[in-house]
C-alpha cells in the first residue's frame, strides 16, 4: 500500500511565502515523476511544477520564477517553494506520484491535498 501526505499549507498575505512538503510511504520499490497540482474553486485542477527522478523541472507560466520543485529521493519526499504569493494562486494543493511498488505495479498516487489561502 502507497500514501502520500501533504503538509505545510495555509493562509499567508500577498507576497509571502509558503513550503509545501509531500512525504512518500508504503510498499514503494521507486518513484518516478512527481508534480505538485492545484485546484481552486470552480476550476480544473491544473499542473503547476513536475520534477523528474533526475531533478528535471517544469513550471507552468503562471508560477515560474515565483516557485520552485524540488525532491529528496531518499527520504521520499517532494517540496514546492512558494514564494511572492498572489490571491490567484490560491487553491487546494495535490502531491501526485508516479510509483512502481514492490509488487512491481505501477500507478499513479494522489495525496489528499492541502490548502493554501493568499489574502490580505
Known amino acids: 500500500q502507497v500514501q502520500l501526505v501533504e503538509s505545510g499549507g495555509g493562509s499567508v498575505q500577498p507576497g509571502g511565502s509558503l513550503r509545501l512538503s509531500c512525504a512518500a510511504s508504503?510498499?514503494?520499490?521507486?518513484?518516478?515523476?512527481m508534480g505538485w497540482y492545484r485546484q481552486a474553486p470552480g476550476k480544473e485542477r491544473e499542473l503547476v511544477a513536475i520534477?523528474?527522478?533526475?531533478?528535471?523541472?517544469n513550471y507552468s507560466d503562471s508560477v515560474k520564477g515565483r516557485f520552485t520543485i524540488s525532491r529528496d529521493n531518499a527520504k521520499k519526499f517532494l517540496y514546492l517553494q512558494m514564494n511572492s504569493l498572489k490571491p490567484e494562486d490560491t487553491a487546494v494543493y495535490y502531491c501526485?506520484?508516479?510509483?512502481?511498488?514492490?509488487?512491481?505495479?505501477?500507478?499513479?498516487?494522489w495525496g489528499q491535498g492541502t490548502q493554501v489561502t493568499v489574502s490580505s
Open positions: 508504503g510498499s514503494i520499490l521507486s518513484i518516478n515523476d
Open positions: 501526485k506520484a508516479d510509483i512502481v511498488s514492490t509488487q512491481f505495479r505501477r500507478d499513479d498516487y
Open positions: 520534477i523528474t527522478r533526475y531533478g528535471v523541472t
